[in-house]
């Protein structure tokens, strides 16, 4: 799905300009980029269709994931378990694989002109007909923002900003979304505030690249000691504050085959309540550095390192999204351990590279996902962690893994995946890997759709155990998955 914000600048840019085409649209990813990866027969993406230059117009576009996912246990006798107890199924998890499709509903209204549109987004990470109505995965209005387009501010350059409550990522490893692991070496924004990106086209097709950003949480969420009911948010373990976002961007690209990126990122909390409880003021900083291949003939490779600098971090409320956590208490449970204070660093390499032989089999002419296809992709993700928690200072996570898709027919694909999660590479017991075949339906070869069959059997360590809050129960071995899956 082409990014709407990105569709208005093309819009509006200068005819003579053609060159500017070649470029990447931006150094992450658009605020109405749906939370799912691991589509695995992405399609080469084409405009929306252009707002007008003058005229007001709606643009409406959208992505549905509606899963089945069975978990079958071992035991005396066949267990059925929906959803299935599995360690890598929660989205928030450092052992998330993203393997099994889960659900999530995006509808973004558009109205506007190419000059200056209003984005209306309505999402929810659960469908309550088929589920239960749990308010938490009921996001409603999830983001509105202003988007304002400034073509003509300077001679060969192009300039974009947003105003409003949005999300912005960066770090994703995927050339159209987050990548097979769906999370964010660098981070993910949720303020409300504003953006401002501006790139500046050089001689011989190189382009720079400069983006910024400001924003506050409008409110957190109160604190309460008591347990919390079902189907209400999690407080987290600590009171936390008034939470601001900062964050910079440098990059430097080469048409729209190379580019390199420079992150800074500041989620901060700053609130005279939180003296009154003797809480010191938090902070999560990330810097980081990342290249990305979009080559063609080359493939598509994305390769970056950060480091995640908390301090208190239990203060911060969700202003940043990064490396499956969201905010200051994630952080703490997935890598800096309960008597760390939220306070520690991690440094992180994020790795993904996508391959068609098509494309190379067809090469010069290019090829654009219509005919018969292998694409093979490898990913991994390493973190060093550095923590005040004894228990978990110098703990080294690792997860790896590759899939093949083989796609005979405009209608049918068949893949498999395989994956490798080692939360402590000292201690194999809490290792787990995962093997899962796939079949993928869809009407044609170049279409939005994917109907997806598929197959997972796990094999775990002595100490694995299925995600929260089934902690104290039996990891299923095998899942069976059915999920229909559209954008448009």
């Known amino acids: 799905m082409r990014h709407i914000a990105i569709a208005i600048l093309l819009a509006a840019a ?7 085409e070649h470029f990447p649209p931006s150094l992450g990813l658009a605020p109405d980029t749906p939370q799912v990866g691991s589509i695995l027969l992405p399609t080469e993406t084409t405009p929306t269709a252009q707002l007008p230059a003058s005229d007001w117009k709606l643009d409406f576009h959208g992505f549905l994931s509606a899963p ?18 599995v360690p890598d199924a929660n989205y928030v998890n450092w052992a998330y694989t993203s393997n099994l499709q889960g659900p999530w509903t995006q509808l973004n209204l558009t109205y506007g002109t190419a000059r200056v549109a209003a984005t209306v987004i309505v999402a929810a990470y659960d469908l309550t007909d088929a589920s239960w109505q749990n308010l938490t995965s009921q996001l409603g209005i999830n983001q509105a923002y202003l988007t304002i387009n400034l073509p003509d501010l300077a001679p060969r350059s192009r300039f974009l900003i947003n105003v409003g409550a949005f999300s912005v990522g960066y770090g994703g490893s995927g050339r159209y979304d987050a990548g097979r692991y769906n999370t964010y070496l660098i981070g993910r924004t949720h303020v409300a505030g504003e953006s401002a990106a501006g790139q500046f086209y050089l001689p011989r097709g190189w382009a720079l690249h400069l983006e910024e950003g400001f924003g506050a949480k409008i409110d957190v969420q109160p604190f309460s000691a008591t347990p919390t009911p079902p189907g209400l948010p999690y407080p987290g373990p600590a009171p936390q504050g008034s939470t601001l976002l900062a964050h910079a961007h440098l990059g430097l690209s080469y048409k729209k085959i190379l580019e390199l990126g420079l992150h800074w990122m500041d989620a901060f909390a700053q609130d005279s309540r939180q003296s009154e409880m003797m809480q010191p003021d938090g902070s999560i900083r990330v810097v980081g550095a990342d290249v990305r291949l979009q080559g063609g003939v080359l493939g598509d490779g994305y390769i970056g390192v950060s480091n995640v600098d908390a301090s208190h971090a239990l203060s911060v409320a969700s202003a940043i999204e990064v490396i499956h956590s969201i905010g200051g208490w994630q952080l703490r449970d997935n890598y800096l351990g309960p008597n760390s204070e939220g306070t520690g660093s991690i440094t992180s390499v994020l790795f993904q590279y996508s391959y068609s032989l098509a494309t190379l089999l067809r090469y010069p002419s290019p090829f654009w996902g219509q005919g018969p296809d292998v694409l093979l992709t490898a990913f991994a993700m390493a973190n060093f962690v550095s923590s005040h928690d004894p228990m978990f200072d110098g703990k080294t996570k690792l997860k790896w893994g590759g899939d093949v898709t083989y796609i005979p027919l ?7 995946r395989y994956d490798l999660v080692q939360p402590d590479l000292d201690d194999d017991r809490y290792s787990f890997s995962v ?6 339906f869809r009407t044609a070869f170049l279409t939005h759709e994917q109907v997806l069959l598929g197959y997972s059997h796990y094999f ?10 089934y902690m104290a129960l039996r990891p299923d071995g095998d899942v069976v998955q059915l999920a229909a899956v559209m954008w448009w």
């Open 410 to 416: 405009s209608w049918l694909a068949v893949s498999g």
């Open 435 to 440: 093997l899962s075949p796939k079949l993928i």
């Open 14 to 20: 200068p005819a003579a300009a053609q060159e500017e």
């Open 460 to 469: 775990y360590g002595s100490k694995v155990t299925p995600t929260y809050p």
């Open 68 to 85: 089945m996912r069975v978990g079958l246990g071992s035991g005396t006798e066949l267990q059925l378990d929906s959803a299935p107890l």
